[in-house]
């Protein structure tokens, strides 16, 4: 059974950061991808980044450049540094442990079975 609980969101203005951080997050042999998706009022919830055990990390074409996912096994814990912030980034954030899609750890919500209750970004423009 794996637990996870986001923090770290908040209210930021347009150009500022915040790093989101996920606790109980580690890889298991169930589990071998982590991810942060997002979710805004009205809009499916769409994945952010994701990050294998073998530390491949994917981004949506919206966030690279300016979002870092990051895992510590060590501290079962699961970061995402989100720079340049902007009012369309804003939603709630969850956290997500899963399994590889054709070997891929991809944004298919299908492949995440163990999702944290979320942490709510708003960025003011």
């Known amino acids: 059974q794996v637990q996870l609980v986001e923090s770290g969101g908040g209210s930021v203005q347009a150009g500022g950061s915040l790093r989101l951080s996920c606790a109980g997050s580690?890889?298991?042999?169930?589990?071998?991808?982590m991810g942060w998706f997002r979710q805004a009022p009205g809009k499916e919830r769409e994945g952010v980044a994701t990050?294998?055990?073998?530390?491949?990390?994917r981004y949506i074409g919206s966030v690279k450049g300016r979002f870092t996912i990051s895992q510590d096994n060590a501290k079962n814990s699961l970061s995402l540094q989100m720079n340049s912030l902007r009012p369309e980034d804003s939603a709630m954030y969850y956290c997500?442990?899963?399994?590889?899609?054709?070997?891929?750890?991809?944004?298919?919500?299908?492949?995440?079975?163990?999702w944290g209750q979320g942490t709510q970004v708003t960025v003011s423009s």
């Open positions: 997500a442990a899963g399994v590889r899609q054709w070997g891929l750890c991809l944004f298919s919500r299908t492949s995440y079975n163990y």
């Open positions: 580690r890889f298991t042999s169930s589990t071998y991808c």
């Open positions: 990050i294998d055990r073998d530390g491949t990390t």
